[in-house]
């Protein structure tokens, strides 16, 4: 008893009131998806998404007791046993698993379904805080440096084999831990231009890129004609740039399925067509925009009411924020997100072990890209890649998944002062 009382003096009890908060708002806004007011229905109607959700959230709450309960020092000990299990549960879906919406995701029994990808961020990201807390100078060695980008390729390859995208792009978020952790910032710079050069590629004539990058080469050389090295390492880039730049034009019309076309197609211009490809975004701003300074209250929403919007309290549940409570509830659910990415940020610092610091600033950098790319994809910024906005959207299987990535780091974190410093 003196021990359980002593774990609950030392949880983070502010990180633990914002994750309450926003699964508990995240459940209203789904009852406003999915409420009809002309068949008077409750929140708790098990029939609904609402009904539904609300069984989830309890089952979230044993999985917390569950998480608190385990001697902190079983996820470490056990990081590759999660990870080796979650592999081969991916490989299972596979072959065995049930194709929902173009993606063979999912394991479903009758109406129970769950999709293991989720459950894959929290077992990669022990399996990297295990493997870089054993390993200090991971970045210093070739091998060690493929092992680690295999550890966090495996799973996003598995899942992009199961037609799953927008949850294997999560993947790159931890390139942000690696960072922390002592990873060059030149390698990090090269990445972020790629990604950069990429989206160019996308808006602009890529014979335009590839003349600017041709002249900027010929000015850098004539700038270092007598230094050899130089002048072979603008050559090389140079290459590199155009190699890329050709290659995205390949991978958009050759490598991408039609519906991942679509999805870049209404990027670049979401007004194209706005009755096919650009249907998603468009209704999202719309209902956003239209719902003003203050919006139109709860259950108010009359986008919402009418299924414009498709995917509303997945995807794009953000969009019921927008219209329902317009710009100042919208800002608060994001302060919310800042917030929590704040408290799992300074949590993280003030580890006492490497593992549970790099655990946790793989539970940030998770939370972060979740959080950044559905709000971005709902009002155009990002293309729509389908990835949930994590403790809000509806799902059994996001809700648990996120769960217990956060409560395993509040656990370690509850133990920091016994956990050995490395």
């Known amino acids: 008893m003196r021990e359980s009382n002593q774990l609950v003096n030392r949880l983070d009890w502010g990180t633990i009131i914002l994750y309450f908060l926003l699964v508990s708002l995240g459940w209203l806004n789904i009852f406003a998806v999915v409420y009809d007011i002309q068949a008077d229905q409750s929140i708790f109607d098990l029939s609904l998404r609402s009904g539904k959700q609300l069984v989830w959230i309890v089952a ?19 990081a590759y046993f999660f990870y080796g299990g979650i592999i081969l549960i991916l490989i299972f879906v596979l072959l065995f698993g049930r194709e929902i919406a173009g993606s063979k995701s999912w394991f479903a029994i009758g109406s129970f379904r769950m999709q293991p990808s989720e459950f894959a961020k929290f077992a990669t990201a022990l399996a990297v805080a295990k493997y870089l807390s054993t390993n200090n100078r991971v970045f210093y060695n070739l091998k060690s440096q493929l092992t680690l980008f295999a550890i966090i ?8 084999l199961q037609g799953d995208t927008g949850t294997a792009m999560v993947y790159a978020a931890f390139v942000l831990v690696f960072y922390r952790e002592g990873f060059s910032p030149l390698l990090l710079g090269i990445g972020i231009a790629a990604v950069i050069l990429f989206v160019l590629t996308l808006f602009i004539n890529q014979v335009y890129l590839i003349i600017a990058v041709v002249v900027t080469a010929f000015l850098l050389i004539g700038l270092n004609t007598k230094k050899t090295k130089r002048i072979v390492t603008i050559a090389v880039t140079s290459f590199a740039v155009i190699s890329l730049i050709v290659s995205v034009d390949f991978l958009v019309t050759d490598v991408l399925k039609p519906h ?15 009755l096919g490809y650009g249907w998603n975004v468009t209704q999202s701003k719309i209902a956003i925009g239209s719902g003003g300074m203050w919006g139109k209250g709860f259950l108010q929403g009359t986008q919402t009411k009418f299924d414009f919007v498709p995917e509303q309290s997945t995807d794009f549940i953000f ?9 100042l509830g919208s800002s608060v659910l994001i302060v919310l997100f800042v917030w929590l990415l704040y408290r799992v940020t300074i949590i993280a610092e003030r580890q006492k072990s490497s593992f549970a610091r790099i655990y946790g600033y793989s539970v940030a950098a998770i939370l972060f890209f979740h959080f950044a790319v559905n709000i971005g994809m709902t009002i155009g910024l990002f293309p729509v890649i389908g990835i949930p906005l994590p403790f809000f959207s509806y799902g059994g299987s996001s809700l648990w998944a996120f769960t217990i990535l956060l409560f395993i780091l509040l656990k370690l974190d509850a133990h920091r002062l016994q956990m050995l410093t490395r």
């Open 153 to 160: 390729g495996l799973p996003a390859v598995l899942i992009i």
């Open 319 to 327: 969009c019921t924020i927008g219209e329902e409570h317009g710009w």
């Open 60 to 78: 979230a709450g044993l999985l917390i007791a569950t998480i608190m309960l385990v001697d902190f020092r079983f996820y470490s000990s056990f």
């Open 260 to 274: 991942q076309q679509n999805r870049i197609k209404a990027l670049i211009n979401p007004d194209g067509d706005p």
